[in-house]
Structure formats: structure tokens, C-alpha cells
């Protein structure tokens, strides 16, 4: 049994697609459409020229305008300070005193922590808020 280009180029896209769900690259299901076009193209009976044009034309303007509309959206906070990542972001503590490297040692949630005083000025004994993690230390900044 004689498979057709058009039925070739459904597996390239249905390759693509698993590739896609198997690493999570949207660019991937970008270049699917591309080989889906090119399927079309076949099957309405265009040469191979013209199916490898319209998977090109198709899958790479979509890759495009994906690339464009992403390039629009503001970027988001990286994952050490942003709180829908990491709840512990936003929340208070209480620093006793500091040493002279704008850090200190201090218990949260029943473990101690190694803390680092990242807002302006000196830090001060008192109320801080959690502005990032790194690793096990938690940096701090003034309340707002």
C-alpha cells in the first residue's frame, strides 16, 4: 500500500503535535499547521514545490506572529519573586538585628533562615516583607 504525500504530511504534523506535547514548545504546534497546510496542498494536487512553500509560507508566519504576539506581552517576574510561583513572596517577618553585611539569621515557619536585606538605605531591627528566594535565603525589603 502506497501512502500519499498528502497522508505523509498528516504524520509530519502529527509528529509535530506529539513533539509539542512532549516538550511543551508551542512552536512546535506552529510548525504543525505548516505541515497541515502543506497536507492540503497535496491533496488538492500541488507539486511537492508548492507543498514545501506552503508548509514554509504557513508554519513560519505562524512562528512569526506567535514570536510578535509574544514579544508584546510584558515579562513576567522571575520564578524566585513572583508570587504565584512561591506563596512565601509578600509575606512578613521580623528581623531582630542585622549583621554588618545586610544580612541576618531568622526563624520562619519553624525553620531558620539565612535573610538579605535587598531595599534601599540601612536596614533596621523590625518588620520586612519578602521580596524574593533564592535558594534557602530570603531577600527582604521594607514594608509598603
Same mark, same amino acid.
Given at each position: 500500500?502506497?501512502?500519499?504525500?498528502?497522508?505523509?504530511?498528516?504524520?509530519?504534523?502529527?509528529?509535530?503535535?506529539?513533539?509539542?506535547?512532549?516538550?511543551?514548545?508551542?512552536?512546535?504546534?506552529?510548525?504543525? @499547521? %505548516?505541515?497541515? $497546510?502543506? =497536507?492540503?496542498?497535496?491533496?488538492?494536487?500541488?507539486?511537492?514545490?508548492?507543498? +514545501?512553500? /506552503?508548509? #514554509?509560507? @504557513? %508554519?513560519?508566519? $505562524?512562528? =512569526?506572529?506567535?514570536?510578535?504576539?509574544?514579544?508584546?506581552?510584558?515579562?513576567? +517576574?522571575? /520564578?524566585? #519573586?513572583?508570587?504565584?510561583?512561591?506563596?512565601?513572596?509578600?509575606?512578613?517577618?521580623?528581623?531582630?538585628?542585622?549583621?554588618?553585611?545586610?544580612? /541576618?539569621?531568622?526563624?520562619?515557619?519553624?525553620?531558620?533562615?539565612?535573610?538579605?536585606?535587598?531595599?534601599?538605605?540601612?536596614?533596621?531591627?523590625?518588620?520586612?516583607?519578602?521580596?524574593?528566594?533564592?535558594?534557602?535565603?530570603?531577600?527582604?525589603?521594607?514594608?509598603?
Amino acid at each position: 500500500m502506497e501512502l500519499s504525500a498528502s497522508t505523509w504530511w498528516w504524520i509530519v504534523a502529527g509528529v509535530l503535535i506529539v513533539a509539542e506535547l512532549a516538550t511543551g514548545t508551542f512552536y512546535l504546534l506552529m510548525l504543525a @499547521i %505548516g505541515a497541515a $497546510a502543506a =497536507a492540503i496542498a497535496a491533496w488538492v494536487g500541488l507539486a511537492i514545490a508548492w507543498q +514545501l512553500v /506552503a508548509a #514554509a509560507v @504557513i %508554519g513560519g508566519g $505562524a512562528v =512569526a506572529v506567535w514570536n510578535a504576539q509574544r514579544s508584546r506581552e510584558p515579562r513576567g +517576574l522571575p /520564578a524566585s #519573586a513572583n508570587r504565584d510561583i512561591n506563596l512565601d513572596i509578600g509575606q512578613r517577618v521580623r528581623v531582630e538585628s542585622w549583621s554588618g553585611e545586610r544580612s /541576618a539569621r531568622i526563624t520562619y515557619r519553624g525553620s531558620a533562615w539565612n535573610v538579605r536585606y535587598v531595599g534601599p538605605g540601612l536596614p533596621m531591627p523590625g518588620e520586612y516583607v519578602i521580596r524574593a528566594v533564592e535558594g534557602s535565603e530570603l531577600q527582604l525589603d521594607r514594608l509598603t
